[in-house]
């Protein structure tokens, strides 16, 4: 079918109407769309060739437009909701129509108001809609090196891989589980440190500094949690890693190091079952 959905396309006229143009393939005259008068240019004649982004007006029928939208196809980009209706929220994408984005593809509740990353896909309708699933369209080749530090926004939470992250709202990035320790939410915009470029070119990022320089910030926080907990933890780094975890937003091992550190300074003193500040 020469007449794409959700892409820019350069196309013919082929008849004037009184409400508009009508374009085509020169060679394939037959599948027109209309591009209403509004957004006919003046002297604009048969034979000549516009540049048009095809989508389903309020009354699905196909209609060109001379506006570049926010999203087509095989891009992602971040939009704002205008409202949210009965199957699903819509954004605002720079058309006079809004673009629905259904509640099964939405990931965690999406209000008004709100800003979501999402990309374009085709229904089973026919219909453009939005989709919070960007996996597939994120960029995986960055000009970005181990160590670089990058800005994303994370867009699903995996419980078996760990968090997803579109780096600079375009690449496609995971921080791996074994990096993770709650510390991040959906739809949550972090800074990362890359840890490793992989063969495909996507990003594997940490939260979290080099080991050396993330104790003395892990110092700090256990110190402020000896305060809120009035000077004394009611776990040691012997406890299990999931309430070291849960209480901490550390690892086991990163736990230690930082209690090893503060042991040194002498600002705490470890029980068989607690940990007081000195």
Request: net charge neutral; glycine share 8%; with cysteine.
């Amino acid at each position: 079918m020469s007449l794409r959905l959700g892409e820019i396309q350069k196309l013919e006229i082929v008849k004037k109407v009184e409400f508009g143009v009508y374009l085509a393939e020169s060679d394939r005259e037959e599948e027109r769309v209309l591009l209403p008068i509004k957004q006919v240019p003046a002297g604009a004649n048969i034979g000549d060739i516009m540049e048009v982004f095809l989508y389903k007006d309020s009354k699905d029928r196909m209609i060109a437009t001379t506006k570049r939208p926010k999203l087509i196809l095989g891009e992602v980009a971040l939009l704002n909701v205008a409202q949210v209706g009965k199957i699903g929220a819509f954004l605002d994408w720079g058309l006079e129509k809004d673009l629905l984005l259904p509640f099964k593809q939405q990931r965690g509740r999406v209000r008004e108001g709100d800003q979501v990353l999402v990309s374009l896909y085709v229904d089973k309708s026919e219909r453009l809609c939005a989709t919070m699933n960007v996996y597939e369209s994120l960029l995986a080749g960055s000009s970005y090196q181990k160590e670089d530090r990058v800005t994303g926004r994370v867009y699903e939470i995996s419980n078996n891989f760990g968090a997803f992250v579109a780096v600079d709202d375009k690449y496609s990035a995971l921080i791996p589980k074994k990096e993770l320790f709650g510390e991040v939410e959906l739809g949550q915009v972090i800074s990362a440190r890359v840890i490793k470029v992989q063969e495909d070119g996507r990003l594997l990022l940490s939260i979290r500094d080099k080991a050396y320089l993330q104790i003395d910030k892990d110092a700090e926080k256990i110190l402020s949690l000896l305060d809120s907990y009035e000077g004394s933890l009611p776990f040691t780094d012997k406890s299990a890693p999931e309430v070291i975890t849960h209480e901490t937003g550390m690892s086991k091992n990163e736990f230690k190091r930082a209690i090893g550190h503060l042991l040194k300074e002498k600002k705490i003193q470890i029980g068989e079952k607690s940990i007081r500040r000195l």
